[in-house]
Structures are given as C-alpha cells and as structure tokens.
C-alpha cells in the first residue's frame, strides 16, 4: 500500500479512498485470485461504487469473517468497524520468508512445504503438445508416471478381535512363521497402494453392513451377537445343503443325522453321483459336439495316416481330406441336429411323466376313499341279518360313550381350571417380559445411537484438536512465553487495583449514603423538636412567634437547598452520560455520514436523470 499522508494520524482520519485502498490490497496479498479482479482506486460514479463495496463485503466474509460487514462498511464506515476489519485482514496476510525461516520446523511442515513447492513448481509449467514436449516435460506431463488401480487379494492377519473369538495357536503360528508380509505377496509393487485400500474398503463395508444388520434384525431377535453370526451359518449351511440335494437326486435319500455332515462330504457325494451317472448325466450341447468332432475326427486322421503316400500326389490327398472333412461336417451337423430333436423330445417326455405321476397321485388319493368307504358299507351289511341286536348294543355302547364323556368332560373341567389360571398367570408372565425385553431393546438402541452421536463428537473433537494442533505449529516459534505471562500478569495486577480502587469507592459512597441519611434523620428530629417548642412559647410571646415563623422559613429553605443539590448532582450525571453518548456517535460519524449519503443520493438521482435522457434519445 501506499504511505498514508502525513495528516492522517488515526484510523478515525482515514477516507473512504484510503479504506478501499488498504482492504483491497490486503485482499490481494491474501488470496491474489480473489483480489486481483478488484480496483483500489475508487470509480466516481455511485453505482460502481456500489458494486465495489459488495465485492469487498463478500470476499472479506469468503476469508472468514464474522462480524457484519456491507458496502455501508467502505462507503459510510466508522472506527470500530473498520479496526476490527483492519485487524482481522492483517491476521490474515502471510508471513514473510525471513520470519518462516527463523522458526524451527518440524517434519510435517518440511514435508508440506515441499509438497506445495513441488505443486507449484508443476502448475507454474506450461501445458505443452506431446509431440513438442522434451524428456523433462513428457516426464512431468505424459502418461509414464501413471499406474493402473488394480487390486489384488490380500492375506492379512484375522480372527483376533473382539467379535471372532480367541485366536487359535495353530493360526498364531501360521501367521508368525509363515505368512509371508504385504509387499511379498504381490506380483508388482504398483499393485501395493491399490490393494491396501480395497481390502480397508472391504473391511469398512463390512464392518457398517455388520453393524446395520446387527441395529435391524439382531437386536429383535434377542441373541448375543456370536449366538446371532452362529444362527447365521446354520441356515446358510441348511440352505446350501438344500439346493445340493435338489440338484444331486440321484445320490439318494439322506441317512438320519446326515444334515449336520461336513459341506465337503456333500460335495464328494455330489460328484460321485455324477461319476455313477456316468453317460446318464446330460451334458451341454458344446460338450457333445466337442466330443463328437473329436470322435470323428480321430479315426479319419488314422486312415488317413495309414493310406500310401506313394501312390496319390499331395492334391489329392488335400482334396481328400477337404472331402472327409467337409462329410464329417455334414455328419456332426446331422448329430447335432438329432441330439436337439432327442433333447426336445425328453423336454415333452418329462412334462408328460409329470403329468401322468400327478393324475396317478390323484387316483391313488381316490381309490384309498372308496376302500375306506368299502369298509365302512361292508361292516354295514355284516351286521343287516341281526339288526335288532346289533341296534341295542349299539345304543348301549352309545349310551356308555355318552356316560364315558360326560366323565371325561367332569374330569377335564378339573384339570382345566388351574391349568386355565396358570396359563393366565404364565402369559401375564410373559406380557410383563415382553414388556419389560421391548423396553431394554429401546434403551439398548438409544444407548447405540448416544455411542454413535458421542463418536461423532469424538471425532469432530479429534479433527479439532488436529486443527489447532496445526494452527500451534504454524504460529511463531520465536515469543518468549514469559513476556506474555508478564503482561498476563500485569494486567491481572492491573484489575486487581482497579477493582480494589473501585471497592473502596464504592464503601466511602455507601458511608457517605449513610452520614447524609443519619444527618437528614437528625435534623429532622431536631427541627420537630424545636418545633415543638417554640410552636407552645408562641402562643404566649410576640416574639417567639416571629421566631417560630424564621424557623419555619429557614427549614424549607434548608430542604429547597438540599433539593437543588441532589438535582444538580442528577443533571451533572446525565450530563456526563450526554457527553460520552455524543462522543460515541461522533466517533461514528453519523452526521459526515449522513451527509455524505445524501450528497450520494443526489449524485445518484442525477446519474439516473442522464441515463434515461440518453434512453429516451436512443
């Protein structure tokens, strides 16, 4: 910036020109992108003017600024705005070199600085046709340095966190003796940096899906979190055990206690059923024809090797072998077409067995009906010859079954009223549990949702405190600690004095409060006495009733005086309280604002009197 003219000796001084100056310039030592599209120099017109605060207004809140700030800040400003301004832009300009190089720098700093100085050392380098770059730039700018992102798996050290358990020591040992490390179990070392982050991505994944499963579905079913991943691989296991069996019928019927058989063994079992179908599996259609050309082609080769050479030319054995080739070709075609046909052919076959077997399930289903009705009709006609007989026994079982139920019914009735209580009282029981679960499942999920909003907290704790801990390292090295605690405690010391000075005024005002009211007391007191006194001689003496008169008039001058007083005192106070009201506005400059506003408003008025002038004539 400029040199400030002589005459100017404070902030309250400084013009409007000066301000735009000074922050404009700030702003470009600052952050040169956002300054260098901004003017120092003040336009005349009010509108440009206008524009020019705005900006200003908007790159100082871009930079961090939190007190109010508009155009009225430039234009119309006052001295403790634009100090404060002031003072925030200077915190902000950078240090100088000398003063970065008199610090002493840790190895964090080192690093960033040489990490920027390569940046820009990059960024300052044209950008350059391949075609005209030298070995340096193809080097900075081509694609040489650029290495494909392909991942490869990864063998780490698992199973020792809280959630898998113990770790065995047969794994132990495998993991200290054997497992080779990161770096040796990747063909090339461009894929080390690739392969770390997808395996910390896979874990991550993992981890929130465990944990979003584990708050959806494994907090309701009311099992530890090992009960529940165990739960877990049982079903797995019983569904995969499933589809193995619908997919390998021909392996047979599953013995008593084969569900908790090893996968493997149902692996092996599979596949021996395979090798047992032999030429009954079903292969794909590439497999027969590949099987097919390479049976037809096998024998052709063999007469053809075994023919004489001697007696036909090479044409005609090339001619030949076209012919075979071209025969075997139809003849494969042929193959293909009927094993399509077959293949169709079983397709119709299967649906129609499977109709055929459902129609027999139902006729089966029917012909166990009639026998059943069968018997019943048969028993019927067996007893036809002696029906009489046959009918009183009948009624006497009847009327015994009845008798058996009504005893039954009497029994049961016993058994059935404590049973029916205990059953009120066990589901009672159990309404309270179910309560009581549904309430600590509510409180278990606020508690998880306290833990995560207190690892939020933790963790924008932690990004703070690597904040400050930055901003510690990036302030002077070179202020000695003592001074600072000097002045800390000199102005402690300072405000002790003050506040002492402070309480001993306001004790001799509270003494003084109380001699004026022990005076006001006494004296009226006396007066009343006096009164009194003189008010009984009064009436006998002539003179004593002037002075009783004198007396009267002397005391209400006394309380005009003392009146006066205490209002002179009240005025003085509202006139101190006047005085640093108008310095404050003088400060402010409302009046040299106000009529600079005004003296603004016309010069606007009158640019939009032109304006419209020239619109009119255009």
């Known amino acids: 910036m400029r ?145 494909q992102f392909q991942a490869r798996p990864l063998v780490l050290p698992r199973g020792s966190g809280p959630s898998s358990g113990k770790l065995p020591q047969e794994r132990k040992d495998y993991f200290v003796q054997f497992l080779p490390p990161v770096s040796a179990q990747l063909p090339r070392p461009a894929s080390f940096a690739p392969s770390l982050l997808e395996h910390n991505a896979a874990d ?136 399509e046909e077959l293949e169709g052919q079983m397709a119709t076959l299967g649906l129609t067995l499977i109709q055929v077997e459902g129609e027999v399930r139902q006729r089966q289903l029917g012909v166990t009906e009639l026998e059943q009705t069968l018997r019943v009709k048969g028993r019927t006609v067996e007893l036809l010859p002696d029906a009489e007989n046959n009918m009183a026994k009948l009624q006497v079982v009847v009327e015994s079954s009845a008798q058996r139920i009504i005893q039954l019914a009497a029994q049961w009735e016993k058994h059935r009223v404590p049973l029916i209580q205990e059953f009120r009282e066990l589901k009672a029981l159990h309404d309270s549990k179910e309560l009581e679960s549904s309430r600590r499942l509510s409180e278990i999920r606020e508690l998880h949702e306290r833990i995560r909003t207190a690892a939020d907290e933790a963790k924008r704790k932690d990004d703070l405190y690597k904040q400050l801990l930055l901003e510690l390292e990036s ?52 007066f009343a006495v006096t009164d009194e006194l003189v008010f009984k001689d009064a009436k006998r003496d002539e003179a004593v009733r002037k002075a009783y008169k004198y007396l009267a008039a002397l005391h209400e001058s006394c309380s005009q005086l003392i009146q006066t007083i205490e209002d002179t005192g009240t005025i003085l106070r509202e006139i101190r309280d006047l005085e640093e009201q108008i310095e404050s506005e003088t400060s402010k400059k409302t009046l040299s604002n106000l009529e600079r506003i005004l003296g603004d408003f016309r010069a606007l008025k009158q640019e939009n009197a032109a304006l419209l002038s020239r619109t009119r004539e255009t």
């Open 475 to 526: 302030l002077p090295k070179d202020v000695s600690r003592s001074a600072y605690t000097q002045r800390i405690l000199e102005i402690v010391s300072n405000i002790r004095k003050q506040k002492e000075e402070i309480t001993k005024i306001l004790s001799d005002t509270k003494e003084l409060q109380k001699e004026i009211n022990s005076l006001t007391g006494k004296l009226d007191r006396t």
């Open 3 to 147: 040199d400030i003219p002589d005459e100017v000796q404070s902030i309250r001084e400084f013009t409007t020109e000066l301000i735009v100056e000074a922050v404009v310039r700030c702003l470009r030592v600052i952050n040169p992108s956002a300054g260098t599209g901004l003017s120092h120099i003040l336009p005349p017109g009010m509108s440009a003017r206008f524009r020019i605060g705005m900006s200003l207004a908007q790159a100082c809140q871009d930079l961090g600024y939190q007190g109010e700030v508009g155009y009225q800040t430039f234009l119309y400003s006052s001295e403790p705005e634009i100090r404060r301004l002031l003072l925030f832009l200077v915190e902000k300009l950078p240090r100088d070199a000398s003063e970065d190089a008199s610090q002493p720098v840790g190895k964090s700093t080192t690093l960033h600085r040489a990490i920027a100085a390569t940046v820009k050392e990059q960024l300052a380098v044209p950008w350059v046709p391949p075609n005209c770059r030298t070995p340096r730039l193809q080097l900075l700018q081509g694609s040489c340095l650029l290495k």
């Open 204 to 339: 991550l994944s993992a981890a929130q899906e465990w944990e979003n499963e584990w708050k959806s579905q494994g907090l309701g079913s009311r099992m530890s979190p090992e009960e529940y991943r165990q739960w877990k691989n049982q079903r797995l296991q019983r569904r995969l055990l499933d589809q193995l069996r619908q997919a390998c019928p021909q392996a047979g019927p599953a013995p008593q206690g084969a569900t908790a058989r090893d996968l493997t063994q149902l692996l092996g079992t599979f596949s021996a059923g395979q090798d047992r179908a032999g030429a009954l599996a079903k292969g794909s259609r590439f497999t027969h024809t590949q099987h097919l050309a390479y049976k037809q082609e096998a024998e052709p080769v063999t007469q053809i090797q075994t023919l004489p050479i001697s007696r036909t030319s090479e044409q005609e054995l090339q001619e030949r072998q076209a012919a075979e080739v071209a025969a075997l070709e139809s003849e494969l075609g042929r193959l293909v077409r009927e094993i």
